[in-house]
Structure formats: structure tokens, C-alpha cells
């Protein structure tokens, strides 16, 4: 009978707990969707240009945001469990049998096992993010300081097949600027070889067909609004490397500390005159104004879709419950 009473009041704190958390969660979770939907729009969004790994910026406070609300929501579960344990949460399972109780405490189990996974899952993706944010920053700021006297930097110029972390124009040419950062190491020797980056002495690889993909989508789009060919040089940059500025065919290969030389090569293939430069500079301040306009529609769209979807698994999880849950018949 301590056995079976102690598995109520186990079931009973824990479901009063699992409640409560539940609602904090929506709350929170709605709170945080609104902020970002009507809080993160500027007064001038129209004269606001990217700033370096803005992007990754964004997605950064995203995932703080969420990982704070999973935090905070175990810290809700832990406290309410213990106040409904010392006031008797037995009671709310009073008579129910002993094998319904093991199952409800499994499906509980099973449900903190879903939990840590989906927060592991966000702290190794959290991590993933900042790499990206720290070396767009890295190379952004590089950019500015070498670049900045003889060329036009932007930074997230969006394409129909992604997004450039970073574009230079110059004189001597048009270059897109794809970031790939792997962790900081002395000595790793990278190399490339066609659509590869091979990494260190075991050549781990990583594919640069995402890249050559938005070259080619960017290129496109000079083309069609100067109605001739403009090339565009695709550059592959890692920082925290040690390597010079590298000719793939398709890439070049540069770090934070070898930007300068990339305006040193001779200018005869991609050479830009004044009128070209004035023209594509103007092209994408305006592109990125529209896009800074549509960019709250987006979020919108977005956010409807996400709370469409834990309406739905929620509405699902109700409905599964309530099938599920057993008759109960006073017992004497």
C-alpha cells in the first residue's frame, strides 16, 4: 500500500508539474514570438544595410531564446513538483490501478528522454551558430579594414539559391564570399579540389556546390541588369587558417589575413569600368532595401506556420490523451 501511495503521489506531482510547465511554456513561447515579430523591425528599415553575420546574429538570439525558455521550464517543473509532492498530490490519482500509474510514469519518463534530447540537439546547434557568427564577423571586419578604400562591401546579399555572407565590388571585379569555419586549430593544412574542401592530414571534406550555386545565382542577376556577362569570382574563406590566397579553378581560398592580395591579381578577366560599378552598387542597395520591406511579411508567414504546427500537435496530444485516459468508478 506505501508502494502504491507512493507511486500517486509521484504520478500526481509530476502530471501537476508537467501541467503547469506546459502553460509557462506557451506563454513564454508566445511572448517571444510576438517580440520578434513586431519588436525587431526598425524605425528606418529602409536605410538600415547588413551588418557582418548579421544573420547568424539573429538565429544566435533565437536559439538563446529558446534555450532560456527550455531552462527556465525545468526549473518551473522541478519547484511546482516539489510544492504539489508536499501537498499531498496523491490524491489526484486516488484509486486509480497500479499498472495505468507505471505507464503514466513511463510516458513521463519518455517525455523528459524527448526533451533532453531536443536540448542537446540546440546546444550543438547554438554552437554551430556562433562559429558562423564569430567567422562572418572575422571576415567582415577584415573586409572593411583592407577593402574599404577601393571597394563596396555588403554584407547577406540574398540570391534565389541562398544567401552571400559577404560581396566585394571593385574595379578588378566582382567577388562572393562564402564563409566556411571549422574549429580553430594551428597547422591544418586545406586544400581544394574541385567542389571540395579538404581539411587536415585525414582530408576531411566539405562541399562547396552550395557556394558555386550562389555565384552562379548572383551572376545571373548582374548579367540580366547589365544585359551582358559579369563575372563573378567565388571565394571560399576560412578564418583562424594559415593560408595563402589559393586558386581552385572554380574557388579561390583565402583567410582573414590574406584579403588584401585577393585586388592584387591582374584585372583582365573580371575588370569592372566606373559606369558598371555605379550601376551594380545601385542594384544592390536597392535589392536589399525590398528585401528589408518583405522581410516582416516573412517573419509573419513563419511564426503562422510554427504556431500552426503546435496547434496541431497539440490539438493531437489533447485528443490521444483524452482517448486514453481510463474510466474511473468509485471503489470502496
Request: aromatic content about 6%; hydrophobic content about 45%; proline content about 3%.
Amino acid at each position: 500500500m506505501g508502494d502504491v501511495m507512493s507511486i500517486e503521489s509521484i504520478s500526481g506531482a509530476a502530471t501537476i508539474a508537467l501541467a503547469s510547465t506546459l502553460v509557462f511554456s506557451l506563454i513564454a513561447n508566445s511572448w517571444r514570438v510576438l517580440s520578434r515579430v513586431f519588436g525587431a523591425r526598425g524605425n528606418f528599415p529602409g536605410n538600415f544595410m547588413a551588418e557582418p553575420g548579421q544573420r547568424h546574429r539573429h538565429e544566435l538570439a533565437e536559439l538563446s531564446g529558446r534555450l532560456s525558455v527550455y531552462l527556465v521550464s525545468a526549473l518551473v517543473f522541478s519547484v511546482v513538483y516539489a510544492v504539489a509532492d508536499a501537498l499531498d498530490a496523491e490524491r489526484l490519482f486516488a484509486g486509480y490501478p497500479r499498472s495505468q500509474l507505471y505507464i503514466l510514469l513511463a510516458c513521463l519518463a519518455a517525455l523528459g528522454l524527448v526533451v533532453s534530447h531536443r536540448l542537446f540537439r540546440l546546444l550543438k546547434q547554438r554552437r554551430r551558430v556562433r562559429l558562423l557568427r564569430d567567422a562572418n564577423i572575422a571576415i567582415g571586419h577584415q573586409l572593411r579594414v583592407d577593402l574599404s578604400a577601393h571597394a563596396h562591401i555588403y554584407h547577406d546579399v540574398e540570391t534565389r539559391a541562398g544567401v552571400i555572407d559577404h560581396v566585394a565590388l571593385a574595379g578588378s571585379g566582382v567577388f562572393a564570399f562564402s564563409v566556411l569555419p571549422i574549429a580553430p586549430r594551428s597547422k591544418v593544412q586545406l586544400r581544394l579540389r574541385g567542389q571540395r574542401l579538404e581539411i587536415g592530414p585525414h582530408a576531411r571534406t566539405i562541399s562547396t556546390v552550395e557556394c558555386s550555386a550562389r555565384r552562379a545565382a548572383f551572376e545571373q542577376v548582374l548579367g540580366e541588369a547589365r544585359q551582358r556577362d559579369v563575372r563573378v569570382r567565388s571565394v571560399i574563406a576560412v578564418p583562424g587558417s594559415n593560408v595563402e590566397t589559393e586558386n581552385g579553378g572554380e574557388h579561390l581560398l583565402v583567410s582573414e589575413n590574406s584579403l588584401a592580395g585577393l585586388f592584387d591579381a591582374p584585372k583582365a578577366s573580371g575588370a569592372l569600368c566606373v559606369e558598371d560599378i555605379e550601376a551594380i552598387r545601385k542594384l544592390l542597395d536597392n535589392r536589399y532595401r525590398q528585401s528589408s520591406r518583405w522581410r516582416l511579411l516573412g517573419r509573419l508567414a513563419k511564426t503562422y506556420s510554427a504556431l500552426r504546427r503546435a496547434g496541431n500537435f497539440w490539438f493531437s496530444r489533447t485528443s490521444v490523451n483524452s482517448s486514453a485516459r481510463p474510466s474511473h468508478s468509485a471503489t470502496t
